[in-house]
């Protein structure tokens, strides 16, 4: 008797179910199985919830809705992006839908109504299904159900939160909303979901690294770039590049990159300028990973070779980005990062002559910025978090020393037009910090090494390149 062993076929003829976004069937390269949304899973979902319902006033109702679309033209959209705190609780990218967290409900989910033209003209579209199988929704209904049950959530409630930011008159212009609003029951609901979102878990973490990874080397790839293609506009669109070819689906914010005088103007925005020779440039750039942002800044010379007025400036924006990384650490807080920052800066620009009276109201026409923000979902995120609050284990913020000094100063000449920031991303640790940015150079020998011995040499594969600098750039990332 012959016994004949047959290997199945790494086939099946099941349909793997569209959700409207990305899963673990559908893209098994970026999801693992378990996971809601690229490195969360679900069990970290639920944990977030019970986590804000532990902060929600007992017989409190939370109404979070999704981010609008918004329009470019009549028939156009703007790239959707969700909203942090309906992402950060439900793991939905797509719009059109209404969380709600409550004591006896859980996470409600009212999802959009689908109809066979919209299937055809936009994909598939998350349903009452996918809120309970994807999204591990406790209740899930239709928009249309919206009035009835929400309404009646509303009513046995003592007190109502929501999201003012995305509020939407689905639910803003119920009854039941309006009365609780003019009985003074209805608070923003961000105080709670920016203080759950503030101390990142391991798995935010790990998605904040490669965020921050995937910016690093663009920019320093852009760096080399920027020798042979001096234009603002040039090197928006190569960081851009850089980053998509890594996996990051969009940009934190629009790059500023503002050759001479335009790096002076803090948010610059146009990038439509050549930048002459002799000039410096300032990229202040940073990418979106699976809903966490990146955000990296660097000052250099495509030229090559710094100035003697540029040296001195940027020694010293350079040496108070160091000494402020060394503050960094549980119990510190942004406030008092700062409150040291201006007392460096403010010496050092008397010493340098460009300040002349020392006053806060002529400092703050050199730099009126802060030294950094927090981090996370959004790019200054968790904003209802004081710069007052002492730093935790597990908090992300920047740190961002910079000089603007516009063409019309009125100081020593030398200096006029000269914009300078040096800006990196800090995961406070248990011990101290790490330096999450640390691999782009900002020491001045290391930027001229990198831009005239590299730059030649754009041949060279990239990852060599970056494996280049950084083992050979002398930076302690963590303390």
């Not at 793991?91 to 055809?120: K, N, R, W, Y």
């Not at 510190?332 to 050092?348: M, P, Q």
Request: charged share 20%; glycine share 8%.
């Amino acid at each position: 008797m012959v016994i004949v062993v047959v290997k199945e076929r790494a086939f099946s003829s099941r349909t793997v179910r569209d959700v409207g976004q990305p899963t673990a069937s559908t893209h098994p390269q970026l999801l693992k199985k378990g996971e809601i949304t690229p490195g969360i899973s679900s069990e970290e979902y639920i944990w977030r919830r019970k986590k804000l319902l532990e902060l929600l006033p007992e017989n409190a109702l939370a109404i979070v809705a999704s981010a609008p679309v918004k329009m470019m033209t009549d028939v156009v959209p703007y790239t959707f992006r969700q909203d942090a705190d309906y992402l950060y609780i439900t793991g939905c990218q797509q719009p059109g839908g209404i969380a709600v967290l409550g004591h006896h409900c859980g996470l409600c989910m009212f999802m959009p109504e689908v109809t066979s033209d919209d299937v055809i003209w936009q994909g598939e579209i998350a349903g009452v299904d996918a809120a309970l199988g994807t999204f591990k929704a406790d209740e899930a209904y239709l928009m249309s159900a919206l009035d009835k049950i929400l309404s009646r959530m509303i009513g046995s409630s003592s007190q109502l939160f929501h999201n003012v930011n995305t509020a939407d008159s689905s639910y803003v212009n119920l009854e039941a909303f309006q009365k609780a609003a003019n009985s003074g029951k209805v608070r923003d609901f961000s105080v709670y979901t920016h203080e759950a979102r503030w101390i990142k878990s391991e798995a935010e973490v790990n998605l904040m690294r490669n965020s921050a990874s995937i910016a690093s080397q663009a920019l320093l790839l852009t760096m080399l770039h920027s020798k042979s293609f001096p234009n603002e506009g040039m090197l928006s669109a190569k960081f851009e590049y850089e980053c998509k070819m890594r996996g990051a689906q969009r940009m934190a914010f629009n790059p500023v990159v503002g050759g001479g005088s335009n790096g002076s103007v803090i948010h610059y925005a146009r990038n439509d300028q050549k930048i002459q020779d002799g000039d410096l440039v300032l990229m202040d750039v940073g990418c979106e990973l699976h809903g966490y942002v990146s955000d990296l800044t660097r000052t250099w010379p495509p030229c090559g070779r710094f100035s003697s007025v540029h040296e001195e400036l940027y020694g010293l924006i350079l040496e108070t980005n160091e000494e402020c990384l060394r503050l960094c650490k549980p119990g510190t807080s942004i406030r008092e990062i700062h409150n040291y920052s201006v007392h460096k800066l403010r010496k050092g620009f008397k010493e340098l002559g460009i300040l002349k009276r020392d006053q806060p109201q002529s400092y703050h026409l050199l730099n009126p910025t802060s030294i950094g923000h927090y981090l996370g979902m959004d790019v200054h995120d968790c904003c209802k978090i004081s710069y007052d609050v002492p730093l935790k284990p597990g908090v992300v913020i920047t740190i961002e020393p910079g000089v603007y000094i516009p063409s019309s100063f009125d100081g020593p000449e030398r200096y006029r037009g000269i914009g300078i920031r040096i800006e990196d991303e800090v995961l406070i640790t248990e011990s101290g910090y790490e330096v999450l940015t640390g691999s782009v150079p900002k020491e001045i020998r290391h930027l001229e090494s990198l831009l005239n011995n590299l730059s030649s040499g754009m041949g060279v594969e990239t990852h060599n390149v970056i494996k280049h600098f950084h083992n050979s750039v002398d930076i302690a990332s963590s303390r």
